[in-house]
T-cell receptor, first 112, second 118 residues
């Protein structure tokens, strides 16, 4: 158990819908990272927050957004969902930038 | 910019044989390098990391990796494979903190699936 929790574990929704994925980092970790894992794209970095502020953006679509709350949990919002958004979404946390990242179990999103 | 290439999407070894998973990186600044393992239907678990200290890094479950700057490589090895090592392995790179505003986000390779035959 990495200490990072993600909910829900599975999510099935229809095209055009909006979903919210939730992540709670390890106790004491200030950085939260979101990654997407798909068969064709592999593991891709989406976005990073540090102590409530956005710090880095990767290959994140405009339809996707995230935030980190004062209690340091983070949410990833995916809207206008398309079939191609079906993937595993991982959250990871670290003490600070460059530190080792601990991954949650992931949320498997299926868009039908 | 950083990138990672993992040679061989599938590697098969016999139980007790040497495991060698290859990783080459590209980085314009000194890198931090990591190996993660992913078991089916699970998240990623950190095996080991290189953060500019010793070039030979020992990790969990008997794995180790050697950072070779001249070859831009960070290959993962284990002297004797066990059935429980069957999983997918990912090599990742990030710029050393304080270089170019790095925030530590990881760039992953495509992964190598390791099969272990009895």
């Amino acid at each position: 158990d990495s200490g990072v929790t993600q909910t829900p574990k599975h999510l099935i929704t229809a095209t055009g819908q909006r979903v919210t994925l939730r992540c709670s980092p390890r106790s004491g970790d200030l950085s939260v990272y979101w990654y997407q894992q798909s068969l064709d794209q592999g593991l891709q970095f989406l976005i990073q927050y540090y102590n409530g502020e956005e710090r880095a953006k990767g290959n994140i679509l405009e339809r996707f957004s995230a935030q980190q709350f004062p209690d340091l949990h983070s949410e990833l919002n995916l809207s206008s969902l398309e079939l191609g958004d079906s993937a595993l979404y991982f959250c990871a946390s670290s003490r600070d930038r460059g530190g080792e990242q601990y991954f949650g179990p992931g949320t498997r999103l299926t868009v039908t | 910019a950083q990138s990672v290439t993992q040679l061989g999407s599938h590697v098969s070894v016999s139980e007790g044989a040497l495991v060698l998973l290859r990783c080459n990186y590209s980085s314009s600044v000194p890198p931090y390098l990591f190996w993660y393992v992913q078991y089916p239907n699970q998240g990623l678990q950190l095996l080991l990391k290189y953060t500019s200290a010793a070039t030979l890094v020992k990790g969990i479950n008997g794995f180790e990796a050697e950072f070779k700057k001249s070859e831009t490589s960070f290959h993962l090895t284990k002297p004797s494979a066990h059935m429980s090592d069957a999983a997918e392995y990912f090599c990742a790179v990030t710029p050393t903190p304080n270089y170019g505003g790095s925030q530590g986000n990881l760039i992953f390779g495509k992964g190598t699936k390791l099969s272990v035959k009895p």
